[in-house]
């Protein structure tokens, strides 16, 4: 079993629809990120969060340290938002820990 | 901002040949990783190095090496290649630190086909 799993594995919505996608973990960690791909491989950070909610413009991510999971929202989706969304966490052990992945959702936003 | 610059975006290379992916970071990181990436199986680490000269294998390593004789550049060697190492190459780096976590800044990514 992935020790990350990310629910739904794809996800197609209309523009301006709120987006919820989830992240489920089985470790302890320090940290989660969430990070964006778009078409063309490039990689991008949106969130490092370890506790709580933080809030980019529409993207929102929360944290449940107990519940070991977290969700990203989108609101006011916009087909630039397309993208593949990926979820890492980071253990507990060490500066130099790694980061463990979830598979990724393939988000489409249909104009 | 960081930068985090792969030599080439796309690559195309024979069995057996002896491959070169390089990896260059502008920010001072002491951290960089090389990950691949395949459909079906996100993203997972083939090595990393969190010092010059310095390695660690990640989680499949096998028919890689990797080499580090300058802090900015991280390169991944395929010694022989082969066609089941076709797949989306994707190089990062980060800062190190024991107090705090660090964001994981990543290149463009390469994507490698083995003829």
């Given amino acids: ?111 | 901002d960081v930068k985090v610059t792969q030599s080439s975006r796309y690559l195309v290379k024979r069995t057996g040949e002896k491959v070169f992916l390089e990896c260059v970071q502008d920010m001072d990181h002491e951290n960089m990783f090389w990950y691949r990436q395949d459909p079906g199986l996100g993203l997972r680490l083939i090595y990393f190095s969190y010092d010059v000269k310095m390695k660690e294998k990640g989680d499949i390593p096998e028919g890689y090496s990797v080499s580090r004789e300058k802090k900015e550049r991280f390169s991944l060697i395929l010694e022989s290649a082969s066609t089941n190492q076709t797949s989306m190459y994707l190089c990062a780096s980060t800062k190190m630190s024991a107090y705090s976590n660090q964001p994981q800044h990543f290149g463009d990514g390469t994507r490698l086909s083995i003829l």
């Avoid at chain 1, 990120?33 to 413009?57: A, D, E, N, R």
């Fill in chain 1, 1 to 111: 079993k992935n020790e990350v799993e990310q629910s739904p594995q794809n996800l197609t919505a209309q523009e301006g629809e709120f987006i919820t996608i989830n992240c489920s973990y089985s470790v302890g960690i320090s940290a989660l990120h969430w990070l964006q791909q778009h078409p063309g491989g490039g990689i991008v950070s949106l969130f490092m969060l370890s506790s709580g909610k933080k809030k980019h413009g529409r993207l929102i991510a929360t944290i449940n340290i107990q519940e070991k999971h977290s969700s990203l929202h989108i609101t006011a989706s916009h087909p630039r938002d397309s993208a593949v969304y990926i979820c890492a966490v980071r253990s507990f052990t060490g500066a130099n820990s790694k980061l463990t992945f979830g598979k990724g959702i393939t988000l489409s936003v249909r104009p």
